[in-house]
């Protein structure tokens, strides 16, 4: 009995500490970096801007996807979902990492579970590459089929094991994949180091690629926790004398990088941090031009430049390739272009025949007959067709000899060389709005921030991300005094807490309660007086390209404008001119100009002052009318009618007056 009481005892005990001890935990939180325990992580694809599902089209469908793996973690293990048509029943899913197939997957009818070990996968400059290639059936009809027989990949993560090491120089600060950037400046910031901390954003925008990066900007000293998230960097802006330095606050955690100079150096300090990073994450690629572009001919811009070195199709069938490149990624506004497509083919077989098109948008805008051997075509692309983001697809329809459209029957190979290019004039070809951004911010652009505080350099940095993650070139915005910035000329954003610094500039819409009423006369949107909300404009004024973005109503922050935009299409999902979001609705966006819609602005209650007063003067009121019921009250209760004067009984009618008989 004793035995089992001390047995009990320290099963009691036992258990008693289970509350107190702290465990790792094996389960995968919900966020876009997941941390397990101190050696378990977990990457969403889709996460990392890879659209699901991933698709990969018969004939011999490819992609190709880049995982950021930084330092001190190592790949693991690739997990998913994995479907296919009937018709690719017999096929495999082929799966490497860019230098060796890893796996071959089985396609059937039934979907799977998809899992392949990453161990010894290579990691290149903090990146693993993954490649899934299509292999079709022997029996399939290439040429019957089409892309309508597929492969669908979904839920795609990435698991990784160790432990993220910190930075030790100024040159790794930058991971390879940025979430999170925190920036601290003065409590009174200038318009210098104000452009520091925009340019900083701008490169960390570069560096989270296609996914959402958040900013969070804070003025004046602030405590920093250096938490072990390779994903999240901190940068600190200090006056002083000029220096460079990490900053660690806990051993082991992420250091902050110091920035500190005086105000006429701090933006010459952050750009040497900005070149360590574009140097690290984006290596310079030197154009082979074939030949310089003609007089009047601006360019050209290689596809090597634009992150396609070669372009290679190989098999029977449709084979394509698709270009996707934006106004932006060729320097600016650009109108009149022309691809200059320089390539080889392999010979189509005897009894064969082979086609070269090639597509602008959906629009077919080239047809031939396939060249044999190298060529060299320049194809113009209509304005018409031509828009800020853009889709080219190079497609070959090739058909074997006897039409054996069979996997591996009678071949070609087509090449693209990487000195293709693109040609154009500078110009404007879209309508006024949100589609002539970010090009027109190019090279460089002016922002006046009215007043430069917390709420305004917020919402500018999360502007600047929103048009910085719409190009791969490089945005380079320059703060300047409102005034400075109001009368600049070049592309320009302003930022203000008060509508009624905007006067004198042409804007879409005035930011003040308004309804639209359509030709016949019926409103078709309104905001009443007294209700606040957050506007956007993209307008042309005396030959430059503004933006603005201002509030109505005090009881909105600035700040958080954000929040109303769509965060995985961010700036490709505006269209119009204006976007507007009241407090309590939806955001909305159209075009005022050219649609046909007529603003016409609601006088707000009482107006201007009085708009403000009028409560306050209500309060008066209704003091003043509560203290006189308090001193009338008790004189009117006390004074009595005529007649009911004297002893306060009710008069007697036989009662006599005093001295009567």
Not at 60 to 67: K, L
Not at 95 to 116: F, Q, Y
Not at 589 to 606: K, N
Request: hydrophobic share 40%; aromatic share 6%.
């Amino acid at each position: 009995m004793r035995a089992l009481k001390q047995s009990a005892k320290r099963w009691v005990l036992a258990l008693s500490l289970v509350g107190f001890v702290r465990f790792p935990s094996l389960s995968i939180p919900t966020s876009p970096l997941q941390e397990g325990s101190p050696a378990a992580w977990e990457i969403s694809l889709r996460e990392l801007g890879v659209s699901e599902p991933l698709v990969l089209s018969a004939p011999s469908g490819e992609q190709w996807v880049t995982i950021p793996v930084p330092q001190g973690l190592r790949p693991v293990e690739l997990i998913g979902r994995l479907r296919s048509t009937p018709g690719l029943n017999g096929g495999r899913l082929e799966i490497g990492d860019g230098v060796r197939t890893l796996t071959w997957v089985p396609l059937g009818l039934a979907e799977r579970t998809l899992t392949v070990s990453l161990r010894g996968a290579p990691v290149t400059r903090g990146r693993l590459t993954l490649v899934w290639r299509l292999i079709p059936p022997p029996r399939l009809d290439i040429c019957a089929a089409g892309s309508s027989e597929r492969v669908e990949l979904e839920d795609l993560r990435v698991r990784l094991e160790g432990s993220p090491e910190p930075p030790r120089t100024i040159a790794g600060f930058w991971p390879p994949d940025l979430r999170v950037l925190e920036i601290n400046l003065p409590a009174d910031p200038g318009p210098e180091e104000a452009t520091a901390a925009l340019r900083l954003v701008a490169l960390g925008a570069r560096l989270a690629g296609r996914h959402p990066l958040t900013v969070s900007i804070q003025l004046g000293e602030g405590a920093f926790a250096g938490a072990a998230d390779p994903w999240r960097r901190r940068i600190e802006i200090r006056r002083g004398e000029a220096r460079l330095r990490l900053r660690f606050d806990a051993e082991d955690a992420f250091p902050a990088l110091e920035i500190q100079a005086p105000p006429e150096r701090v933006v010459e300090l952050a750009e040497g941090v900005i070149r360590y990073g574009e140097v690290m994450a984006f290596p310079e690629v030197i154009p082979q031009r074939i030949a310089p572009a003609e007089e009047g001919i601006s360019g050209p811009v290689t596809l090597a430049e634009l992150g396609w070195p070669q372009i290679q199709m190989r098999g029977s069938g449709p084979m394509e390739a698709r270009l996707f490149l934006s106004q932006a990624d060729l320097g600016g506004p650009v109108r009149g272009v022309r691809l200059r497509l320089v390539g080889r083919a392999t010979p189509v077989p005897e009894g064969g025949t082979a086609s070269l098109l090639v597509f602008l948008n959906g629009g077919l805008v080239a047809a031939e007959p396939l060249p044999v051997g190298a060529f060299d075509r320049r194809i113009a692309f209509p304005d018409g067709l031509w828009r800020r983001d853009n889709t080219v697809s190079v497609r070959v329809d090739y058909t074997p000899p006897g039409g054996e459209c069979r996997v591996g029957a009678h071949p070609i190979m087509v090449f693209i060389d990487g000195r293709s290019s693109l040609e154009f004039q500078r110009g404007q070809n879209l309508p006024p709005g949100f589609e002539r951004f970010p090009q027109s911010l190019m090279p460089g652009f002016g922002v006046g921030l009215r007043p430069l505080n917390a709420s305004t350099l917020q919402a500018a940095a999360d502007l600047v991300v929103m048009l910085q993650q719409a190009t791969r070139r490089p945005l380079r915005p320059e703060v300047r005094p409102w005034e400075e910035a109001v009368r600049t000329s070049g592309g320009l954003a302003l930022i203000t807490e008060e509508a009624e610094g905007l006067a004198g500039l042409d804007l879409p819409l005035d930011p003040r309660p308004f309804r639209l009423v359509d030709v016949d006369g019926r409103e078709g949107f309104r905001v009443d007086p007294g209700r606040a909300f957050l506007v956007l404009e993209a307008f042309e004024d005396r030959g430059r390209e503004v933006l603005v973005l201002t509030r109505w109503g005090r009881e909105v922050d600035l700040g958080r404008w954000v929040e109303g935009m769509d965060r995985e299409l961010g700036w490709f999902g505006l269209q119009g001119d204006v976007w507007l979001w009241p407090v309590g609705s939806e955001p909305v966006a159209w075009r005022v100009r050219g649609s046909g819609w007529r603003v016409e602005p609601l006088p707000p209650v009482g107006g201007g002052v009085w708009e403000r007063l009028w409560p306050w003067a209500l309060g008066v009121v209704l003091v003043g009318v509560l203290g006189f019921l308090i001193w009338a009250y008790p004189r009117v209760v006390r004074r009595r009618p005529a007649g009911l004067e004297g002893s306060g009984r009710p008069a007697d009618s036989h009662s006599h007056k005093p001295g009567s008989g």
